[in-house]
């Protein structure tokens, strides 16, 4: 049985999300790309995930909608892609950088740049490629540093080795999670369970929104180091 909602009402219901998806990821996105972009990105994945979704796979329209949502950002940064396949070498360089940080330190952007001997403005486009993956395609930011995975197939999402692989990675993160000090934990739950914004965030924590992003990333790169047996 085909998925019947009205189309103005789906929009209505699900913009919220799609905002907040659109907002993280501009945090590291260079001035240049509007944030509304994101979101009519965001909205044409929502109805495309209306016209195409089928109950009959066993997963929640919820669940089918999201993927599509980010895959339809992802599609549109990828269109506009102007990351250099020398810049992408670099961004495993830089998560080990932010990764040593001691928890009261933040290197800003010129130290980076320094400590990785290349240009200010690439920095940007670092931070750029690793929020891009962390936010758009966190199962594959964790399991390897691929930009295009098998996961991505929505097509396959119920291939019974996807679903394997996926659920070690749930118990495996799970157990990294617990290892986590209180305030990285506090960050992760803010951000995924209740859908804060860097920002807002921010104002929580009371520190600001790019250090509340460099967390962020910091945190994800720790699981994914604990992930694959790195630590």
């Known amino acids: 049985m085909k998925y019947k ?21 501009k945090t590291t996105l260079p001035k240049n790309i509007d ?4 979101i009519q990105e965001g909205i044409i994945g929502l109805l495309q995930s209306y016209k ?29 892609d102007w990351l250099p396949k020398e810049i992408r070498s670099l961004v495993k360089k830089y ?17 980076v740049a320094e400590k990785l001997h290349i240009e200010k403005h690439d920095v940007d486009k670092i931070k750029f490629s690793l ?3 962390q936010i758009l395609q966190l199962d594959e ?5 691929e930009e295009d995975n098998w996961l991505e197939d929505t097509q396959e999402e119920n291939d019974p080795e996807i679903l394997a692989y996926k659920d070690i990675l749930h118990d495996k993160l799970k157990e990294s ?15 995924y ?33 604990s992930l694959q047996g790195s630590e």
Do not use: W
């Open 193 to 225: 369970n209740e859908g804060l914004t860097f920002k807002e965030i921010g104002s929580v924590l009371e520190i600001s929104e790019s250090r509340v992003s460099q967390l962020h990333s910091v945190i994800l790169v720790k699981l994914k180091k």
């Open 5 to 25: 909602i009205n189309e103005e009402q789906l929009v209505m219901e699900f913009l919220p999300k799609i905002k907040i998806i659109a907002l993280n990821l």
């Open 131 to 133: 929020s891009k993956r």
């Open 177 to 191: 999670i617990d290892k986590l000090e209180e305030r990285e934990k506090l960050i992760l739950s803010l951000y």
């Open 52 to 80: 195409r979704y089928n109950p009959e796979k066993g997963t929640s329209f919820y669940t089918y909608a999201l993927k599509r949502i980010k895959g339809s950002m992802y599609d549109y940064l990828r269109r506009i």
């Open 95 to 111: 998560e080990d950088l932010i990764y040593e940080c001691k928890d009261n330190e933040y290197i800003d952007d010129n130290s």
């Open 35 to 38: 944030v509304e972009d994101l």
């Open 141 to 145: 930011y964790f399991l390897n540093n």
